[in-house]
């Protein structure tokens, strides 16, 4: 028999590669050729699609099934599953969804479905299930990110901007940052690993070669963060103590203030507040000054290092960077607030490679010369139910229906959920204290999932639905921002097992709950394709960019489209600088906000108008480190996405636990030898984790990356390696209420 072989270019997260098919089955992938720094992430690929763990039928929690007073919810992630026909599940499914809407009303259905699980633009997961939700009578919805949800919140009251639109479209770019910066002040780093990633697939991994350029043109870099790893190699390295980053920025602008060192006509013309912002500075309304004596015993950083970088900043073209991790901790916005105030005290916003910048390296795409484009998106559709939760908030909605609760000057109240679609993600990996996670889960009358893999969350399901991979059906690939790449992602294999692709799972259930035209428009997946390239092209040929059909598209693989280069280039703030009047910010003084008058009405004890230190609950200066003497970092994984290919992952030999890095002198006090399983714990939960040791951490932290699967052994420890066992669930403050997972004290102990 002729071995059929096909090579086709499809899209990720992890960028575009090449597939390898042989008689119907994916068996590789090759780096794609036109990435200068192609990652290997892809190579997990084939094993994860068909791994022991795929959900091969619809399945159907025994308990649930089988009925009682509450459906056996206490059983949610130890029960067995009954495996059915399509029809019959989805009629099932379809009655219980009514029932609830029926009963309670659609403020009761939860739409969460937070989740990366495709590149593609039309199978895009969450954007399937909002509009399958929108069309039944609409759902509780979220605000923001994990990723980002406290400068979600904070930077549009200081800056005036959306802060996803900021950090893709109105940022110093990498070549004006070659042509102009002098020192780079990187806060948490601008790590090279979380740049593989980007929410539609970075095609082009660039961010090494830029910092090469910066090094060879003696750039100042300055790595400020618990781990050296958070920059690229080339840069000096501050440690400082996790979650302290605001009283070191305290300490740098004393020196700027009594040095009279910042630049006050910059001030004056461009701010506002800052002379109440100064009374706490120099200590006038708390009797203590920010001085850099003061910073030292807070975040570690010698005072004569901060007085040194003071000047250094302020003589020299400086743009100051802050990573997402910063945010990710209670009292998160501060430091976003007071990297702000200090940019402006230098008085270099709106200068070619000066300024302000967020999350360079957190994601692919931040930095680069784009023209951004839109299209290629399937509309959700208006959802008739207002109520939503900040992202993070999910445990407490779900733990105290009806209560009330803070969030950015609004007194809202937790909705009393009763059904929950998931699609496209894995709470059970990205959320905090996932002990607490999972009795909270135990809540809601039902849980349908969506998902292609038993993962935490779909074992803690009811209605659990086999769907497809991006490698089993046709889409189209774009990146969110930062890519000038279209890609037709061709249907590679056949479905493994029974599984069905998300538009069609909810166009089935729209079927029987009298919303499929509402739902479909009357098309089928092929035609939604076909519908969104041709918007997708009208709209560039409006622009005079003449774009090939869909046809040729599907011939060629993949077109690129003239937006990128440096005449795309954004000049922050510019046309602000240029002239504040003419051209204002959309805060409500029309000025970069260094007090906030709404800020301070909303009387929240933890902000006083303006960015301040606030003592965190666990940190390295508390006094429970007495018990729990290490600060717990979290970051990104350098080997997938989030929980994705982590069942491909945890098959490698030694892989598993995750690896947890630790200091040489800390492991040599407690006796822990490189590669040795360890128990880390605290208040909340026990995992275990693979010792590394380095001398490139900061003593007293430890850093064990997010993504292993969820996995409890009988005496309550977690057995993959998964930090949000012990992760520190609590809004970051009452103005955001974002995740605050680095902020976590915790022990080590040998396991006997």
């Known amino acids: 028999m002729e ?108 739409g969460g479905s937070y989740g990366w699980s495709s590149a593609g633009k039309f199978h895009h997961a969450q954007t399937q299930v909002q509009r399958f939700l929108t069309s039944i009578g609409g759902f509780v919805s979220i605000f923001g990110s994990y990723s980002t949800a406290a400068a979600q919140v904070i930077i549009p009251h200081i800056l005036g901007i959306n802060f996803l639109n900021l950090i893709f479209n109105v940022q110093n770019s990498w070549p004006t940052i070659e042509e102009n910066t002098k020192t780079l002040l990187m806060f948490g780093g601008i790590n090279p690993n979380n740049s593989k990633v980007s929410m ?10 830029w910092f090469s350029r910066f090094v060879n043109k003696k750039i100042n870099l300055i790595n400020i963060s618990p781990q050296k790893a958070d920059s690229p190699s080339g840069a000096d390295w501050l440690p400082i103590k996790p979650g302290t980053d605001t009283a070191f920025m305290l300490g740098i602008a004393f020196e700027l203030e009594t040095l009279d060192l910042l630049d006050r006509e910059f001030l004056d013309k461009y701010t506002v507040g800052y002379e109440k912002f100064k009374l706490y500075l120099l200590g006038k309304d708390d009797g203590q000054p920010k001085n850099p004596e003061w910073a ?68 692919g795409g931040v930095g680069n010369p784009i023209k951004n484009f839109g299209g290629l998106a399937l509309p959700k559709g208006k959802n008739a139910i207002s109520d939503f939760i900040p992202v993070a908030r999910i ?11 803070d969030f950015n000057g609004e007194r809202r109240v937790y909705p009393d959920i009763k ?41 803690r399901a009811d209605i659990v639905f086999p769907a ?32 069905k692709n998300d538009y069609f799972i909810f166009s089935e259930l729209s079927k029987r709950l009298g919303s499929f035209q509402d739902f479909t428009e009357g098309r089928d997946d092929k035609e939604w394709v076909s519908h969104l390239y041709d ?59 260094i007090f906030s008058e709404k800020i301070a009405s909303f009387g929240y004890s933890e902000f006083s108008g303006h960015p301040v230190w606030i003592e965190p609950d666990e940190w390295l200066g508390s006094n429970l480190t007495n018990k729990y003497p290490f600060h717990l970092v979290s970051p990104q994984p350098n080997d997938k996405l989030h929980s ?109």
């Not at 975040?299 to 990573?323: E, F």
């Not at 005496?715 to 680095?742: C, V, W, Y």
């Open 296 to 363: 030292e015993k807070i975040c570690g950083i010698k005072a004569d290092k901060i007085k040194s970088l003071a000047k250094q900043i302020s003589q020299s073209r400086t743009l100051i960077t802050v990573a997402w991790s910063l945010q990710r901790a209670q009292n998160g916005e501060q430091p976003y607030w007071m990297a702000t105030t200090l940019a402006a005290m230098l008085g270099q916003i709106g200068l070619p490679g000066g300024g302000i910048g967020f999350g360079y390296g957190a994601i």
């Open 644 to 752: 994705q290919l982590e069942c491909a992952i945890a098959d490698i030999p030694n892989a598993r636990p995750t690896p947890v890095l630790i200091n040489l002198k800390d492991a040599d006090e407690l006796k822990i030898e490189n590669g040795e399983i360890i128990k880390i714990y605290n208040s909340r939960g026990s995992c275990l984790a693979r010792s590394q040791l380095t001398d490139e951490i900061l003593q007293g932290v430890i850093s064990l990356p997010t993504g292993a699967w969820f996995e409890v052994d009988e005496h309550g420890t977690e057995i993959q390696g998964n930090p949000n066992t012990l992760t520190f669930d609590k809004g970051t403050s009452r103005l955001g209420q974002g995740p605050s997972a680095h902020t976590t004290l915790v022990n080590i102990s040998k396991i006997e």
């Open 419 to 459: 059904l929950i679609y998931w699609c496209g993600g894995n709470p059970f990996h990205h959320h905090q204290d996932l002990n607490s996670l999972h009795e909270a889960w135990q809540k809601p009358d039902t849980i349908i999932v969506n998902e292609p893999w038993w993962t935490a969350t779909a074992k």
């Open 3 to 110: 071995n059929k072989r096909i090579k086709k270019i499809t899209s990720s997260h992890w960028g575009a590669f090449e597939a390898i098919v042989e008689n119907g089955k994916l068996v590789s992938t090759n780096p794609f050729k036109e990435d200068p720094n192609p990652n290997d992430i892809p190579e997990l690929i084939p094993k994860a699609v068909y791994h022991s763990s795929r959900v091969s039928r619809p399945s159907i929690r025994k308990g649930w099934l089988n009925g009682g007073e509450d459906r056996n919810r206490h059983l949610r992630g130890n029960d067995e599953f009954q495996e059915l026909p399509w029809d019959e599940a989805i009629d099932i499914a379809a009655q219980e969804i009514s029932r609830v809407k029926n009963n309670f009303g659609n403020g009761s259905i939860f």
């Open 468 to 499: 497809t991979t991006s490698y089993e059906r046709e889409d189209l690939g774009k990146a969110m921002g930062g890519d000038h790449y279209i890609f037709h992602m061709p249907k590679l294999i056949e479905p493994v097992g029974d599984a």
């Open 395 to 405: 445990a407490d909605m779900l733990n105290f229906p009806g209560k009330k609760y």
């Open 535 to 593: 918007e997708f092209k009208t709209f560039f040929e409006k622009s005079g960019i003449d774009c090939p059909d869909l046809d040729e598209v599907k011939e060629r693989n993949w077109i690129t489209i003239p937006v990128e280069g440096k005449k795309f280039a954004a000049k922050p703030f510019q046309e602000f600088r240029d002239n504040p009047v003419t051209n204002p910010l959309k805060t409500p003084s029309g000025l970069i906000e």
């Open 200 to 209: 539609g697939g970075s095609t082009r991994h660039v961010n090494d070669g």
